[in-house]
């Protein structure tokens, strides 16, 4: 890599983002150590004054790293971009070994006794600790693998809650940030998108207490439900929504999920795609990738084909894509559009092109004729069965969703006079939250903040209150002598005998 002093103005975004500390301002000039370079290109696409001349020579000593598209170029002794490899003597060696479980028990935490995991009864149908002040509605003790144990239950009002819905899906829905609309009211909003899902966010203690608020508890507790639900997406798609079923996108109901973004998908059918044609572009909003320039293209013998994508360049053979209701949830209705150019020096006329997205559900093949056009020709038998590998690899489309809510709150006083005391055994898994009976994540730091897979909880169990807020039955579960030393109400104690079994007077 090199700097062209002329054109360098001494912006410094070379320096801030160089991964290895390479690049230095002297003099308002960048300056590049060229030992510590690794040739990865981040200031070459960082520079908006084309001021970095990309160079990629290998020098004696140096070592090429194959652990990612970057391929950086190390030299004896200094790091890759990634601050994991080192050029040791010549050798490529994993920075930090691999670690034991014993080696990192103490950061993993403890983890909660079997005998708590599962309550002895659950909130459902329990009622409400209000005022918060005096015992839950129901404090059960009985053993589990002859350990002696306390359940507090109650169906808690959660002002602090929320929903995460999930949409297994490549279709476009709607731009990151815009509303989620119940009707013409807000309750939510579209946040980033997962591996092959869409991602919204519903309620929220800001949405609950706001102007729409009963519409945004209606909403989570129907999701959470299992109910069906219809949103629309501000200046995007409508949808119907139902957990445990595929969603409807603008009456459209997608069959599959990708099976991974454009340069997954180069890279788990490569062998397929080579002996389908000779250039092979995975279209996606992401990634979209090209076969001959991409590590697993190469890997398998794939040959330079001259074909430019419009789209921009991540690292070879990897384009950042863009969104919209083309093939594979970009803008690409017409799957020729993707190519901005061919290096006639370079294509080769009889070639063909095989076009598909990370479903598989479209595809088309096309020849570079002798004029330099593409010309549309039958899908091949090796170009269809790789579509149809790539499709019977995706996972159906589904609908799923995450309630999230805040339990830290005047609720516990309803299990403990001492408050602060079962958020710290929540916290040391001396005590174990469910919701429903189903199992809990707890959110790190302080206060109890869980996540709980509503498809894990029975149908039905969720409400909610013109307070407005949620109602969440929550369970604890900890060992009797700990329910005793956080000064629990023992006084409210009824004894439980076995499961299935009603709580005895």
């Not at 975004?13 to 991964?19: I, M």
């Not at 034991?100 to 009622?127: F, H, K, M, W």
């Not at 788990?268 to 279209?283: G, H, K, N, Q, Y």
């Amino acid at each position: 890599m090199k700097i062209d002093a002329d054109r360098c103005i001494g912006c410094g975004f070379c320096v801030r983002d160089c991964p290895v500390e390479a690049v230095r301002l002297h003099k308002k000039k960048a300056v590049i150590n060229q030992e510590k370079c690794t040739s990865c290109g981040v200031c070459f696409r960082v520079c908006e004054n084309d001021a970095v001349i990309f160079e990629r020579a290998v020098t004696e000593g140096m070592v090429q790293c194959d652990a990612c598209p970057i391929n950086c170029l190390i030299h004896p002794g200094y790091i890759g971009a990634c601050q994991r490899y080192r050029n040791d003597e010549g050798n490529l060696v994993r920075v930090t070994p691999i670690q034991t479980y014993d080696s990192v028990q103490n950061i993993v935490g403890p983890e909660q006794p079997e005998s708590i995991r599962r309550p002895l009864i659950t909130a459902i149908g329990a009622g409400t600790t209000y005022p918060d002040c005096k015992p839950a509605p129901a404090i059960v003790y009985g053993r589990t693998n002859n350990v002696d144990v306390v359940t507090v239950v109650t169906e808690a009002p959660l002002s602090y809650s929320s929903l995460m819905l999930k949409l297994d899906t490549d279709v476009q829905v709607g731009e990151e940030g815009a509303d989620v609309l119940s009707g013409k009211r807000k309750v939510g909003m579209v946040i980033t998108e997962q591996y092959g899902s869409k991602m919204l966010s519903i309620g929220g203690v800001n949405l609950l207490t706001g102007e729409n608020g009963f519409a945004v508890a209606r909403t989570i507790t129907n999701i959470a439900n299992r109910e069906r639900v219809r949103l629309h997406i501000k200046r995007g798609s409508k949808l119907e929504v139902q957990v445990g079923r595929p969603p409807v996108i603008d009456g459209i109901q997608p069959e599959s999920m990708r099976v991974g973004c454009g340069s997954a998908t180069m890279g788990l059918f490569a062998p397929l795609f080579r002996e389908s044609a000779d250039e092979v572009i995975v279209l996606d909003s992401h990634l979209t990738s090209l076969m001959s320039e991409h590590t697993a293209g190469k890997f398998v013998g794939a040959k330079p084909s001259g074909i430019c994508l419009k789209f921009r360049m991540s690292t070879p053979g990897r384009y950042f894509g863009d969104h919209g209701h083309g093939w594979g949830g970009t803008s690409i209705v017409n799957p020729l559009d993707v190519i901005s150019g061919v290096d006639e020096k370079i294509a080769r006329p009889g070639m063909r092109i095989l076009i598909t997205e990370t479903t598989g559900r479209n595809g088309a093949l096309f020849e570079f004729r002798e004029d330099h056009t593409f010309q549309e020709i039958a899908l091949s038998t090796k170009a269809a069965n790789v579509l149809d590998a790539i499709a019977s690899s995706c996972e159906p489309s589904l609908a799923s969703a995450v309630y999230m809510g805040g339990t830290g709150g005047s609720a516990r006083a309803g299990v403990t006079r001492y408050p602060i005391k079962l958020t710290a055994a929540v916290h040391a898994a001396r005590a174990c939250l469910t919701v429903g009976g189903a199992p809990v994540y707890v959110l790190p730091g302080g206060g109890i903040n869980f996540l709980v897979d509503v498809e894990r909880v029975k149908a039905g169990s969720f409400s909610w209150t013109p307070t407005p807020a949620t109602i969440c039955p929550i369970e604890y579960t900890m060992e009797r002598e700990e329910y005793v030393k956080m000064g629990g109400h023992v006084e409210a104690m009824k004894p439980f005998s076995s499961p299935g079994s009603e709580i005895q007077a």
